[in-house]
């Protein structure tokens, strides 16, 4: 299975985006450092702050910081719903625009700032929720991801990170390694991973279900490696 690639979304900046700020004001003589678009008017966007954590169908996220006014970076989590009831976490660094994948839907951060205006001088972002042209990056119900530039975890544990080596790439798509880290100095290294391949992930089976490699411009998948879990090995 070759790697999907997803159309790319571009959203217009026009003037600032804050929580219920959406006129492009100024408050305390420093103009709002979000950026405002027009898709706003027709999906759904929100702020995002450090402190408490977004729902978005059935997923947490939440912003712990930015990087350069450039990045955004973000955690998430939510239970698997396959009576296990553990936690699956993912933290990610994503580019101001960068599309990242929930469940059954995706969502991607419209600007960051460590220093909120006003009365709310904390870090906050903007986010979309469901960008046009992203339908089909959404994760398959009971599916979870590691983020090429993050890691992702169960119950605080069990520290996935992936490398996608896209010199290898042929028809059968690039070849991935996933490393878990099992406790301190014991890292488990899966090489030579393509779509179709399992590796074994505590007491769990990953199977990869395809690979979305980073997009270029200033919108698209910030690029991660999309895993079905199953028990057994």
């Not at 169908?57 to 930015?66: A, H, K, M, P």
Request: some cysteine; hydrophobic content about 40%.
């Amino acid at each position: 299975m070759a790697p999907r690639r997803f159309a790319l979304f571009v959203v217009v900046a026009t003037t600032a985006l804050f929580a219920c700020d959406r006129d492009g004001g100024k408050d305390g003589g420093s103009e709002s450092p979000y950026p405002y678009s027009r898709e706003c008017d027709r999906h759904e966007c929100r702020s995002m702050s450090d402190t408490t954590p977004e729902g978005v169908r059935g997923s947490e996220i939440l912003l712990t910081g930015c990087r350069r006014k450039a990045e955004v970076l973000l955690k998430g989590w939510w239970t698997l719903g396959d009576g296990s009831s553990r936690l699956f976490e993912w933290k990610a660094a994503a580019r101001i625009g960068g599309v990242i994948p929930l469940q059954g839907v995706v969502v991607a951060p419209l600007g960051c700032s460590e220093h909120g205006p006003g009365s709310y001088p904390y870090p906050i972002a903007g986010l979309i929720i469901a960008p046009d042209g992203f339908a089909d990056a959404a994760l398959a119900r009971g599916n979870v991801f590691i983020p090429l530039d993050g890691e992702a975890s169960f119950d605080h544990d069990l520290r996935a990170t992936a490398v996608v080596r896209t010199e290898t790439r042929d028809a059968a798509g690039p070849l991935v390694t996933v490393s878990i880290d099992k406790a301190p100095g014991r890292t488990d290294v899966h090489e030579g991973l393509r779509v179709g391949d399992a590796f074994a992930w505590g007491d769990r089976r990953g199977t990869i279900v395809r690979v979305v490699e980073p997009q270029g411009g200033k919108f698209g998948a910030i690029g991660w490696v999309e895993v079905r879990v199953s028990y057994g090995s």
